[in-house]
């Protein structure tokens, strides 16, 4: 079975660009979440897709926003970037409600000049 | 979800068994215990998770002890793939408003496997 898969898996945008970032969940996977790595805050949670329904939602401000389609593909989009955006992006899923593992994509590398 | 207090680093040499702890004293009965590893510049790792008894699979065994107030991680013959930061994570396997799968992660402890 193929993993999760993340696209593109780099990118270099412009402050004040937007950008939007794909992943594909492992097939049969119902859940995709999404993460941002960061060298001074670590990871944290952004938030979380189920049957095209955001469920959860980390502390972010409303620039970084999601969706997530009836094939369970989700994208993220973040408008008007600033120079702290710059992180790596990662993605995992999971089969369904109620799963303990949570299986996660190699993450799209960000950097906004 | 739990607090977790994990070493910072940790040495191990190839071949040893590589034991790492975890407190999460404040831990709740519905909580589980799920620990992932993070390789340099790869997406985190699921390894392995329990509620109240060790646990074992082809990767790790955990072992909770009785009072669920610490873990301890063991990798019974470390690599030196295994070269990573592990994190522990507490929290409960998802709410009853539907899933829940926010994972929080610390520091974590990089495991350092010298040849």
């Known amino acids: 079975k193929a993993g999760v898969t993340q696209t593109p898996r780099y990118l270099i945008k412009t402050r004040g660009q937007q950008v939007t970032l794909s992943c594909s969940p492992i097939s049969g996977h119902r859940s995709v979440s999404w993460y941002q790595q960061t060298p001074g805050q670590g990871l944290q949670f952004l938030f979380e897709y189920f049957s095209e329904t955001q469920r959860n939602k980390g502390n972010f401000p409303g620039r970084f926003s999601g969706r997530q389609f009836s094939n369970s593909r989700s994208e993220m989009n973040v408008s008007t970037l600033e120079l702290g955006d710059s992180a790596l992006y990662l993605c995992?899923?999971?089969?369904?409600?109620?799963?303990?593992?949570?299986?996660f994509g190699p993450g799209t590398r960000l950097t906004v000049t | 979800d739990a607090k977790t207090t994990q070493p910072t680093s940790m040495d191990c040499a190839e071949g040893r068994a590589a034991n790492l702890p975890c407190n999460h004293s404040?831990?709740?009965?519905?909580?589980?215990v799920y620990w992932y590893r993070q390789i340099h510049s790869q997406g985190p790792q699921y390894i392995i998770h329990g509620l109240k008894n060790n646990e074992t699979n082809e990767m790790a065994s955990l072992i909770i002890t009785e009072d669920r107030k610490s873990s301890t991680l063991i990798l019974p013959h470390a690599t030196l793939r295994d070269t990573a930061v592990y994190y522990c994570i507490v929290r409960v396997a998802y709410n009853s408003g539907g899933s829940n799968y926010k994972l929080t992660f610390g520091k974590g402890t990089l495991l350092t496997v010298n040849p």
């Open positions: 995992a899923s999971s089969l369904d409600q109620g799963t303990h593992e949570q299986y």
């Open positions: 404040t831990i709740s009965g519905n909580e589980y």
